[in-house]
């Protein structure tokens, strides 16, 4: 009698056990699901992107703005969204807001306070022309607010005294 007990339990715990696995395979099932539709989007989102010609130069788009897309292609046609997936949707697409230069110049333009600081860095008074700005640019598939202060930086004097001293030292040191 204890050994059929004994059989009988150990029947119950291996079906148990096969229960939990085809769990385990079940999720499994939907994280692919779940891959292949990030997938999708990340390859739609390449497409709509696609790249640029600058110079001569074939452009593809950085990292950041692939994952941006990526997120807004998931989430842009889904009704019932969750907390955590309306700020993804909101920072992603704040990120891929300004990717041309003039949309980043005009970003600086129309805002007062950011001028100001842009025009202190750059030790001028008063606006830079777009033409000053763009060419003081590096060739970029997309720009950030972070390149418009690099480039507000280089058209301070100080910044171009250093650069022609920084030259006029290598040059000493390779004689």
């Known amino acids: ?3 059929l007990k004994e059989k009988v ?12 696995k085809k769990v385990v395979k079940q999720l499994t099932e939907a994280q692919k699901l779940q891959q292949v539709q ?15 010609i600058v110079n001569g130069k074939v452009l593809s788009p950085p990292k950041r703005i692939i994952k941006a897309q990526t997120t807004i292609e998931l989430y842009i046609d889904k009704e019932n969204r969750t907390i955590n997936e309306v700020k993804l949707l909101t920072n992603a697409l704040s990120k891929t807001d300004c990717l041309s ?7 600086l333009i129309n805002n007062t306070l ?12 008063d606006k830079p ?15 950030s607010e972070w390149d ?18 920084e030259r006029q030292n290598k040059s000493v040191k390779a004689k």
């Open 101 to 107: 230069a003039s949309k980043v110049f005009d970003k």
């Open 129 to 143: 022309t777009f033409k000053e700005f763009v060419s003081l640019l590096p060739v970029k598939f997309a720009y």
């Open 9 to 20: 339990q150990v029947i119950k715990t291996i079906a148990v056990q096969t229960e939990s």
């Open 38 to 52: 990030k997938l999708k989007a990340q390859n739609v989102a390449i497409e709509f992107l696609g790249t640029k």
């Open 114 to 125: 950011l001028l100001n600081y842009c025009l202190e860095l750059s030790g001028r008074k």
């Open 148 to 165: 418009l202060l690099g480039a507000m930086a280089k058209m301070n004097p100080k910044h171009k005294i250093n650069a022609k001293i």
């Open 1 to 3: 009698m204890k050994n």
